[in-house]
């Protein structure tokens, strides 16, 4: 018989939203051949955040085999089909970037072609007439599965407004029964070999040493390995993402169970509200510049729905990322890589990707330069056009406040600034590569914010007025009539996944 090497040992330095989501894909995906080994402190504890979410986030518990309704249950969960942005143009105007289609395409011609041509002949409503899963949302109804009224209607997607510590909590054991071993500790010194400068183990408070061979680092902010140690470098986007504090606050249960998570502009900031079963998560992201504590602390509380049932959570941070998330043998997942603040739910989406890239690009025993090159350009990809995004909510603006002037007066990124370009024009949309949000994704944004193109593509032209005012209304009676079939969302989590109170 030959005889086994050693297993490649994987050291996750760290047990939040990240160390526990690494922990249960390597201990799913590498049953042989890697040992994997999770060290936490509860000393230190986690940051506590991290409540909504992209529908992405099916495919990474399905890639677990977790079975939905028992992680709703366990989570406190509620279903999500977007989120509804209060203010973001000007004080009184929303409008909701929804998953899931709006309209309906035309061959080769994006649907908001026609809906411009529409909107200029005075034919055409809002966007959120034409998009299922908004009609659902407001109307406060979840549905899964193939559509009620057949083909014509397109699929909903949905992600989920969870309690992340519940999840951790679930995903350590999932991890556990698959044998990553989980140590209980706080690491005091890094420990590099002499020769190759790689990590080579984790000192423990308890003086337990930890070797390994690779290391991911998740122990948040500090970034204790990939920065503390290898000081990789950040890279600041606080001059396009100016709000640097939060304060988290859960409340009680307002009765409204709604299927998307809210967030409202306020003078200096954003205030998210994020419905679970048993209570509701509530924040304000603020930039410290134009406000204080105090006021962001008054704000928060006057706009809460039910009563505080904690007193509020400060927390710091700085939007940017990491100049290289995998330096040497350390890859940095989760707020370590770095961080753009939950206006678009895409932390724990970027912890997921970050994972799927890893496991794709997995190394052995020792690092392959130019994997470990290729997944920092994807990182890097990923994080830029998802910056470019937020950034959008902040840059059109119409709002009065000095935080809001300034953040008009940016200068943005080559890449946003193609992009807005591009559709002020003739509507046209491109998602590069693999660009985590979609041409309807960024319509939704655009138009929300009063980004209205001057023109349309000619093909558009081609259909009688009368017959595109025909179409219009097909496809708003169609949705509507789908979206008024649907059960209530506290209806369709009394049915299928009610957690316990
Ligand atoms: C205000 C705010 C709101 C957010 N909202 C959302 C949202 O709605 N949706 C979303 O997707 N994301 C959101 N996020 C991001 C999300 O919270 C994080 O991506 C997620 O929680 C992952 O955090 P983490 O595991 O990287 O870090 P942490 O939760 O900070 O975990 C770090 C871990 O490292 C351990 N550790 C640190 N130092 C040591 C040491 N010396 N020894 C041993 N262990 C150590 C800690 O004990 C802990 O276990 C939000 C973030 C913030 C700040």
Redesign the pocket.
Known sequence: MTEQPDPVTIVI???????WMTAAALGRFLETGYRIRL???????????????IPQIRLFNEALGLDEDAFVRATQATFKLGIEFDGWSRPGERYMHAFGAVGRDVGLIAFQHYWLRARQLGLAKGLDAYALNELAARGHKMHRGQPLGGAAIPDMPYAFQFD?GLYAAWLRRFAELRGVQRTE????EVIRDGESGDVAALL?QSGEQVAGDIFID?????G?LIEQTLASGFEDWSHWLPCDR?L?VPSASDGALTPY?RARALAAGWQ?R?PLQHRVGN?H?YCSEYLSDDEATALLLANLEGAPLADPRP?R?TAGRRKRAWKRNVIA????SG?L??LE???????QSAISRLLKLLPGRHVAAADRDEYNRQTDFEIERIRDFLILHYAANQRDEPFWRARRAMTLPETLERKIALFAANGNIVREHEELFTEVGWLQVLVGQGIIPHGYHPLADQIAPAELGEYMETIELLYAREAGRMPSHAEFIARHCAAPR
């Open positions: 330095a760290g047990g939040g939203s990240a160390g060290i936490e402190s509860e000393e230190i504890g986690t940051v506590g955040v991290g409540e909504s979410t992340a500790g706080k690491v005091v423990l998740c122990t948040g902010f500090r204790l939060a988290a998570t998210w994020i924040g992201v927390l941070f997942i989760g707020l370590s961080f603040e939950p739910s895409t932390s724990i989406h970027m912890i």
